[in-house]
T-cell receptor, first 112, second 114 residues
Framework: GNSVTQMEGPVTLSEEAFLTINCTYT??????LFWYVQYPGEGLQLLLK?????DKGSNKGFEATYRKETTSFHLEKGSVQVSDSAVYFC???????????FGQGTTLQVKP | GAVVSQHPSWVICKSGTSVKIECRSL??????MFWYRQFPKQSLMLMAT?????????EQGVEKDKFLINHASLTLSTLTVTSAHPEDSSFYIC??????????FGPGTRLLVL
């Protein structure tokens, strides 16, 4: 079946540290992959996406590359800020139906 | 970006009562909306797909008579939890898909059934 696994949190970093949040997936076919972010008290927002192998999604300094060979879509940012503190969800859309399958979410806490 | 609202943001009700949650796309039309459920420290689980003008399609294991969905217009979908019980307590989140097939999420509704 289709599933998404994220690294467990919380992840606590100091400002300007390098961030990696691991995400691996299991899917049939060729899914689209997404990272969503949820800031405190707000709804999920699309952070970035990739629709095919080797695509790199990027936004607000965050990047993730669709790696088919390792079935991964790890989220990275070179220098985090306190304002990046949020919950990050990795998700896949297995057949472009819009039915997103989410990972369990990873809480990021950035300290000044 | 596009905005999706949910109402109420939280609700407490007695066991056996019904609760209605609204999901609205504020500045775009959404022929398709989705309802998710999230348990503490767990991922969002898709419950059903709500299609304007037609019946919702439910995911396996979701009771359609328990969770009634009505997509009455291009900007409104409602989820009614009928005869709620404590095990229905959860965080319910909706999303609306625009014409570019981007999904926008509501802020969620926290339901507590006593």
């Amino acid at each position: 079946g289709n599933s998404v696994t994220q690294m467990e949190g919380p992840v606590t970093l100091s400002e300007e540290a390098f961030l990696t949040i691991n995400c691996t997936y299991t899917a049939t076919g060729y899914p689209s992959l997404f990272w969503y972010v949820q800031y405190p008290g707000e709804g999920l927002q699309l952070l970035l996406k990739a629709t095919k192998a080797d695509d790199k999604g990027s936004n607000k300094g965050f990047e993730a590359t669709y790696r088919k060979e390792t079935t991964s879509f790890h989220l990275e940012k070179g220098s985090v800020q306190v304002s990046d503190s949020a919950v990050y969800f990795c998700a896949l859309n297995p057949s472009n139906t819009g039915k997103l399958i989410f990972g369990q979410g990873t809480t990021l806490q950035v300290k000044p | 970006g596009a905005v999706v609202s949910q109402h109420p943001s939280w609700v407490i009700c007695k066991s056996g009562t019904s609760v209605k949650i609204e999901c609205r796309s504020l500045d775009f039309q959404a022929t398709t909306m989705f309802w998710y459920r999230q348990f503490p420290k767990q991922s969002l689980m898709l419950m059903a797909t709500s299609n304007e003008g037609s019946k919702a399609t439910y995911e396996q294991g979701v009771e359609k008579d328990k969770f009634l969905i009505n997509h009455a217009s291009l900007t409104l979908s409602t989820l009614t939890v009928t005869s709620a019980h404590p095990e229905d307590s959860s965080f319910y989140i909706c999303s609306a898909r625009d014409k570019q097939e981007t999904q926008y999420f509501g802020p969620g509704t926290r339901l507590l059934v006593l």
